[in-house]
């Protein structure tokens, strides 16, 4: 008998939790508008994980200048989850420039260009990287001048899980 009690009065408790939770629900559907339900924090979180997983990661993003008698450049580096990348490049000085993307470093395989870039001009390159367990990680971006004419370009470096998500 002692049992049959126990086991009723957990039941109560239950059903008590249960109807208190339901009550919650309803209060939180009819504050404010009606028919919106208020987003729980599990929710949230859970959002902000899904576009935390869509996102790109900007790597770098800076302008880099030459005095026209030699090439200048930054490196970046991508992961093998994040093997998309997005090498952006904007002319914001008076003279034309080339731009390319090599593995590596300096004297590395060209991976994309070389494009001259007019004053005043944008060009990106959208790549994907090696994934391979011993493939180099690591991209550089050479600009060149033309004709031995100084330049400033701003470079900004995207990488991401997939090429959606770099647009």
């Not at 249960?18 to 987003?39: F, I, K, M």
């Not at 490049?89 to 070389?114: H, M, R, Y």
């Not at 870039?117 to 971006?141: A, E, I, N």
Request: aromatic share 10%; with cysteine; proline share 4%.
């Amino acid at each position: 008998m002692k049992k049959l009690f126990s086991l009723g009065m957990i039941f109560v408790l239950c059903f008590a939790m249960l109807a208190s939770a339901c009550a919650a629900s309803t209060a939180a559907e009819t504050e404010g508008d009606p028919g919106v339900v208020d987003v729980t924090i599990d929710e949230e979180l859970g959002r902000q994980l899904f576009e935390k997983q869509r996102s790109s990661k900007i790597v770098f993003s800076d302008t880099i200048s030459g005095s026209g008698n030699r090439s200048e450049g930054c490196d970046f580096e991508y992961t093998k989850t994040e093997c998309y990348y997005r090498v952006y490049v904007e002319n914001t000085g008076d003279a034309p420039f080339t731009i390319k993307v090599l593995k590596d470093d300096a004297s590395g395989a060209v991976q994309a260009g070389p494009v001259t870039v007019q004053p005043g001009d944008k060009h990106w390159f959208d790549k994907k990287g090696d994934t391979s367990m011993l493939g180099s990680k690591t991209r550089y971006v050479e600009i060149n001048p033309v004709k031995g004419q100084p330049f400033e370009a701003f470079v900004r470096v995207r990488i991401a899980s997939s090429n959606a998500d770099l647009s």
